[in-house]
């Protein structure tokens, strides 16, 4: 045995060892050892008096010799795993037997073994090390434990908590479903009120029962084909149903005339039926953003229509639809000519007023709904806003500034430099521009 007294690096966790050697003198080097670094030290002389000690009170390392008389330290440390499997368990033998040892090992699972003479420096770091690994386990065995609990403590929780917000769920779904049976309700009286409304005109003309109705249905059909959402799709359809609210102050004889006819005097109180219209409904929160349709139903894409003079995509979409929904009943039923047309002559003036009267898209999607097919005229020339222009796209007409002069002629094939100075022209100038341009850019 050599080296003196050596200062535990961590004294606040010392620990309780029991050596067992039947040499008195090496129990005695070994209290010494121990007390001076701050253990608990407990000794005995033999295996049996160990078993003893360890039975009358815990203790965290045992230190056994290999050889004593009636038991040996295998048979002691076998024992003591067996009864008390969290004490640490340190072997001190003298024979360099490989079997002995692995023997010791396998039956006593013993942290270490150590030979004799020790020295007291490797002595006292592998007792420390071996505490410290014991504190590890232990508290990693506590913390296994703990979470073991508050595993369970939140299963419950989380039970209570799902029984309690199913509960509130059920209850949420029963008054949601309430709400959304009255919201239907309010919807489906909404939209009567409005049909009901819309008649007032339609019962004093013969030819117009029916009239709005259809354009509705028509405006409909065409704002799903353009791909619009449900709420604008929604609000074309209402403002269908009323876009001729306008005409309740007009005279029976007005109310019959063909716009052919009409000149002078009947032809300017025609013409203000739009904005008559937009006033009636404005009043109304919810039938506002269908009274801006109602205004511009009248305006022609070529910029020629009322009351605004608007043109091109400025034009807002459910009024582009709305302004060919209304003229095709209107051609079938006799009011924008002089007799009523049977249906393919009214679709070919609606084809043929493409880019005039009409927004080329919307009457795209009007052969489509009419007759189920894509028109590759269509296809080909399409108006578009500057953020929908992709490379490669080839315009079809003249690109002209509002002053007269030519920003870009037709059958350039754009590119995306060009398409950005179209778009920062746009920005600086302050002002919008619609492109004609055939979409798969190849030429006619």
């Known amino acids: 045995m050599q080296g003196g007294d050596i200062k535990p690096a961590n004294a606040a966790r010392a620990g309780s060892i029991l050596c067992v050697d039947d040499e008195p003198n090496i129990l005695s080097a070994l209290r010494r050892l121990f007390r001076a670094q701050g253990y608990d030290v407990l000794t005995a002389h033999s295996a049996r008096e160990g ?3 360890l039975d009358a009170r815990p ?3 045992v ?5 004593m008389p009636e038991m ?8 003591a795993r067996a009864r008390w499997p969290d004490t640490l368990r340190l072997l001190l033998t003298g024979n360099a037997d490989v079997r002995l040892i692995l023997d010791a090992v396998n039956r006593g699972e013993i942290y270490r073994y150590i030979t004799k003479p020790w020295d007291d420096h490797e002595m006292t770091l592998v007792v420390r090390h071996a505490l410290e690994h014991q504190d590890l386990e232990r508290e990693q065995r506590r913390l296994e434990a703990l979470t073991a609990h508050q595993n369970d403590q939140l ?3 989380n039970q209570s908590l799902e029984a309690k917000v199913a509960s509130r769920t059920e209850e949420l779904r029963k008054v949601l479903d309430d709400l959304v049976g009255f919201n239907d309700k309010l919807k489906r009286n909404f939209l009567t009120s409005i049909q009901v409304f819309s008649s007032l005109i339609e019962l004093r003309g013969g030819n117009l029962a029916g009239h709005s109705r259809r354009v509705a249905d028509l405006a409909r059909r065409l704002a799903i084909k353009l791909g619009l959402d449900g709420r604008e799709t929604q609000q074309i359809f209402i403002a269908g149903l009323l ?3 306008g005409k309740i102050g007009f005279s029976d004889r007005l109310l019959d005339m063909a716009v052919p006819r009409m000149n002078g005097e009947l032809l300017g109180l025609y013409r203000a039926y739009p904005a008559r219209g937009e006033q009636l409904l404005m009043p109304l929160e919810d039938l506002r953003e269908a009274a801006t349709l109602v205004r511009a139903h009248q305006e022609r894409f070529d910029g020629k229509g009322f009351p605004d003079g608007l043109a091109g995509l400025d034009i807002p979409i459910g009024a582009r639809i709305l302004a060919l929904a209304s003229d095709y009943d209107n051609l079938l039923i006799g009011t924008l000519t002089e007799h009523q047309l049977r249906p393919e002559q009214a679709a070919q003036i609606v084809i043929d ?3 005039k009267r009409y927004d080329p898209a919307v009457v795209a999607a009007f052969e489509e709904v009419t007759t189920g097919r894509a028109p590759v005229e269509a296809l080909r020339d399409q108006a578009l806003a500057v953020a929908q222009l992709r490379p490669g796209m080839r315009t079809t007409r003249d690109l002209v500034r509002q002053d007269g002069s030519l920003l870009l002629s037709a059958e350039h094939v754009l590119t995306a430099r060009m398409i950005k100075q179209i778009a920062d022209f746009e920005t600086t100038s302050g002002t ?3 492109l004609f341009v055939r979409l798969n850019g190849e030429a006619s």
């Open 432 to 434: 919008s521009f619609t």
């Open 59 to 61: 203790v965290d390392l």
């Open 243 to 245: 876009h001729n609210i």
């Open 63 to 67: 230190i056994s010799d290999m050889r």
């Open 353 to 355: 007023s493409r880019g």
């Open 155 to 157: 299963r419950e929780l």
């Open 72 to 79: 040996d330290g295998v048979q002691f440390l076998e024992q």
């Open 51 to 53: 078993l003893a000690v």
